[in-house]
T-cell receptor, first 116, second 114 residues
């Protein structure tokens, strides 16, 4: 079974600084997808960024980028120029590419605090 | 506006009682999912459905039941067999296409035991 591990329960960053959230996963598959979701205090789940395992290039979305290390099974999220609105729970998630019953497996989350 | 609607926002269950959480979507998505969120444990999959009249157990299905009689609706029943039902429940759907498609989430239901 696939597992996703987020080893940092809480992280803190100053406004305008950069922070990196860690995620590792365990799988025997070679074709899969990885996601980072954000959950602010409203509890609404918001997709931040996604990465296809077959792509060597790291995904970027504005201030958000990933460092995808397939051999090490590592998928970290870097937030640049942190803003107060970035404060939230961040979940790493994995889905294998089965084409049909592809369920999403989540990590336990990292709570990010943004300070002035 | 298209989206996923979960109701109620808050729900209280008495011991021995079954309760049903509603999830409706007007996005025309085939796949729908139910997740449970506990503090410090992330989201865990309860049940999912790829198509009408078909559904599969997730990782923590015991004490729960679902139905998928209509494409738009995927209600979750928390039965009396679920001894620790207090949690935040999230419903999601996924558009057709590749597995890189994101999930669309509802706003959740907080279930508590009286």
């Amino acid at each position: 079974a696939q597992t996703v591990t987020q080893s940092q329960p809480e992280m803190s960053v100053q406004e305008a600084e950069t922070v990196t959230l860690s995620c590792t996963y365990d799988t025997s598959e070679s074709d899969y997808y990885l996601f980072w979701y954000k959950q602010p205090p409203s509890r609404q789940m918001i997709l931040v960024i996604r990465q296809e395992a077959y792509k060597q290039q790291n995904a970027t979305e504005n201030r958000f980028s990933v460092n995808f290390q397939k051999a090490a099974k590592s998928f970290s999220l870097k937030i640049s120029d942190s803003q107060l609105g970035d404060a939230a729970m961040y979940f790493c998630a994995y889905r294998r590419n089965t084409g049909t019953a592809s369920k999403l497996t989540f990590g336990t989350g990292t709570r990010l605090q943004v300070t002035l | 506006d298209g989206g996923i609607t979960q109701s109620p926002k808050y729900l209280f269950r008495k011991e021995g009682q079954n309760v049903t959480l509603s999830c409706e979507q007007n996005l025309n998505h085939d796949a729908m999912y139910w997740y449970r969120q506990d503090p410090g444990q992330g989201l865990r999959l309860i049940y999912y459905s790829q198509i009408v009249n078909d559904f599969q157990k997730g990782d923590i299905a015991e004490g729960y039941s679902v139905s998928r009689e209509k494409k738009e609706s995927f209600p979750l029943t928390v039965t009396s067999a679920q001894k620790n039902p207090t949690a935040f429940y999230l419903c999601a759907s996924r558009p057709p296409g590749g597995s890189n498609e994101k999930l669309f989430f509802g706003s959740g239901t907080q279930l508590s035991v009286l």
